[in-house]
C-alpha cells in the first residue's frame, strides 16, 4: 500500500493496561486483546511493547468493536519526525453583554433616538468569517422613553429570530437579564413548563400567592435563580388555564422547572434597576455525524444609531471568550469519516467515499478523547517518480482520564472496600491477609465488568475515563483509597522516547 502523505486514525475503548497476556515483552496475541483495545508490537520479535524503551520497528495492532484487526503501517523509531499527546479540552460557549451584565452597567436610553443591534453569525470552527448571518434589530424612540422600553423591544426582535420563531434558527440564544436581585414566587405555582420558541408556559397554578406574592402581569419571571439568569415580562394571565404569555419565545431548550427555581421581579424594581441584553452561544444542533461537521457559533456584536453614540465603551461586555474543544467525541466523529481509514474493513484510500452511514461510528460521540500522533516517514517509497520522504500520521484517539483512583500501600483485612462511580458502587472486599494488588486487581475486575472506561497501571492505581463524579467510603476504613485528578495523556509513555 502506498502511504504517502497518509494519516490513520486508531479510535479506543481505553488503552490496553497488560495482564498476563497482554504484558510488556510478552508474545503477541490477537485474541487477548478486547474489543477497542490496541497496542504496539514489535515486528521482528512479535512482542507487545506497553512501553516502547528500545528503539525498533512497530505495527500498532487494534481490535475493532467488532472484533475486526486493524494494523497501522510500520513505524520505525529512528523515521519519527514528531510524537505528542493532546489533552481533551472541554467547548465553553460565548456570552457577550450589551449593557448591564447582572452586576454593573446600564443600558442607554434617549428620546426621539434610533437604536440598532446587530449581530453578525459566524462559524466558530473557523479563523475567518464564514457562513455570515445577521440578526439586526432597530428600536427609535418618541418622547419619553424609558430603559426598558427600548431593551424589551430590541432583545424580542432579535430573540425571536434566534429561536428560529421566523425561520431558520440559530446556535445562540438572545435573552433579557435585570441586576435586581429577585423574589421567591408562590409556593403553589409549583411546576412551570417551558418550551422553547414559544410564549406561552403553563404552571400547577399561576396565580398562587401561597408565601410570596402572586405572579401578574407587568412582573418579570426570572428563569434562574442569579443576575445573569434570564427574565421575561408577563403580558397576560390566564388563571383558568393556568397559562402566563410571556413578552418574548422562550430561549433555552424546552423544560420543566419548580418553583424554586424561579424569581420574580416587580414593576417597580424593573424600572429602578438596570436591564441587559445577554448573548449565549448554544449547542451545535445541525450536527450530523458522517454529514456535518461539529461547529460552535460565534459572532461580531455591533451597536449602531443615533442613541449609542454617546453609551460608554464599556457598553459591550464581551463576558466569555468562546473556546474551542479539543477531542470532543462529535470531533473525532468527524475526523474518523475524514479519515476514511478508521475501524472499516481494512486501511481506506481517503479519497474513497462511502455510502453507508452504518459504517464509521466507532467514535462514541459522547465520549471525551485525548489525542496522541506519531508523525513519521517511510524512505521505502524513495527514488524515481517518488517523493523523498513518504509522510504519515499515526493517530490514537483514547478516551481521556480525568480521575485516579490509588490503591493504599497498606490495606485493611477483611474490609468491604467501594467504589462509586456515577452513581453505580463497586464493592470489594479484602480477605484476612489483605494486599495492595489483591484490592487492585478486584476493583478492577469488577469496574471492568461493570462496562466503567477504566485501566489501570498493573500494580496499584486504576484511572478513570470520562467520570463524572467518584467516590469511596473511606470514612469507614482505615487505610483509604484516593481519588486525584488526573491531568496526563494516558496512553502510552513513549511519547517521551520521540521527545
Not at 519519527?80 to 460557549?93: D, H
Request: without cysteine; glycine residues 8%; proline residues 3%.
Amino acid at each position: 500500500m502506498d502511504t504517502r502523505q497518509q494519516r490513520y486514525l486508531f479510535i479506543l475503548k481505553t488503552p490496553s493496561t497488560g495482564g498476563a497476556s497482554l504484558a510488556d515483552e510478552a508474545a503477541f496475541d490477537f485474541d487477548s486483546l478486547d474489543n477497542g483495545e490496541g497496542v504496539f508490537v514489535d515486528i521482528f520479535a512479535n512482542t507487545v511493547e506497553t512501553v516502547l524503551t528500545t528503539a525498533g520497528t512497530y505495527h500498532f495492532i487494534a481490535k475493532t468493536s467488532n472484533g475486526d484487526q486493524l494494523v497501522s503501517p510500520k513505524i520505525k523509531t529512528t523515521n519519527v519526525i514528531k510524537s505528542s499527546g493532546a489533552k481533551y479540552i472541554a467547548p465553553v460557549q460565548k456570552v457577550d453583554h450589551i449593557g448591564s451584565n447582572g452586576t454593573t452597567g446600564s443600558f442607554p436610553v434617549g428620546d426621539n433616538e434610533d437604536f440598532t443591534v446587530t449581530i453578525t453569525v459566524k462559524d466558530g470552527s473557523k479563523a475567518r468569517m464564514v457562513n455570515r448571518d445577521r440578526i439586526s434589530a432597530t428600536y427609535s424612540t418618541t418622547s419619553g422613553a424609558t430603559e426598558q422600553e427600548v431593551v424589551t423591544y430590541l432583545t424580542k426582535d432579535l430573540g425571536t429570530v434566534s429561536a428560529g420563531v421566523n425561520g431558520e434558527s440559530y446556535d445562540l440564544k438572545v435573552e433579557l437579564i435585570h441586576d435586581d436581585a429577585g423574589d421567591a414566587i408562590g409556593t403553589g405555582v409549583d411546576n412551570v413548563v417551558f418550551t422553547k420558541g414559544s410564549r406561552t408556559i403553563t404552571a400547577t397554578d399561576i396565580d398562587d400567592a401561597t408565601t410570596n406574592p402572586a405572579l401578574a402581569v407587568g412582573k418579570a419571571l426570572r428563569v434562574g435563580t442569579t443576575v445573569t439568569s434570564p427574565i421575561y415580562i408577563i403580558e397576560a394571565i390566564d388563571a383558568t388555564n393556568n397559562t402566563a404569555t410571556l413578552h418574548m419565545p422562550y430561549q433555552g431548550e424546552s423544560t420543566t422547572i419548580a418553583d424554586t427555581g424561579l424569581e420574580q421581579i416587580t414593576a417597580a424594581d424593573l424600572t429602578a434597576g438596570s436591564f441587559g441584553i445577554q448573548i449565549t452561544g448554544t449547542e451545535d444542533t445541525e450536527w450530523k455525524r458522517n454529514h456535518r461537521e461539529y461547529k460552535m457559533t460565534n459572532w461580531l456584536l455591533e451597536t449602531s444609531g443615533s442613541g449609542f453614540e454617546d453609551a460608554p465603551t464599556t457598553l459591550i461586555k464581551n463576558t466569555t471568550a468562546l473556546t474551542y474543544p479539543r477531542g470532543l467525541g462529535k470531533q473525532v466523529a468527524d475526523k474518523e469519516f475524514r479519515s476514511r481509514q478508521a475501524f472499516s474493513d481494512g486501511m481506506q484510500n481517503p479519497n474513497d467515499s462511502y455510502t453507508n452511514d452504518d459504517q464509521l461510528k466507532e467514535a462514541v460521540t459522547t465520549t471525551k478523547y485525548d489525542i496522541v500522533e506519531i508523525q513519521t516517514k517511510d524512505n521505502s517509497y524513495t527514488g524515481l517518480g517518488a517523493a523523498s520522504d513518504s509522510l504519515y500520521s499515526i493517530q490514537l484517539a483514547v478516551p481521556a482520564t480525568n480521575q485516579s483512583v490509588t490503591i493504599p500501600a497498606t490495606v485493611d483485612n477483611a474490609t468491604a472496600y467501594e467504589l462509586t462511580i456515577d452513581g453505580t458502587t463497586y464493592s470489594f472486599t479484602t480477605d484476612a491477609s489483605a494486599t495492595t494488588a489483591e484490592l487492585y486487581a478486584g476493583l478492577l475486575a469488577l469496574l471492568v465488568a461493570g462496562g466503567e472506561q477504566v485501566s489501570g497501571n498493573g500494580s496499584n492505581i486504576i484511572y478513570a475515563y470520562g467520570a463524572a463524579t467518584i467516590t469511596t467510603n473511606s470514612g469507614t476504613t482505615t487505610n483509604d483509597i484516593v481519588i486525584a485528578a488526573d491531568t496526563t495523556v494516558r496512553y502510552p509513555t513513549w511519547a517521551t522516547m520521540f521527545a
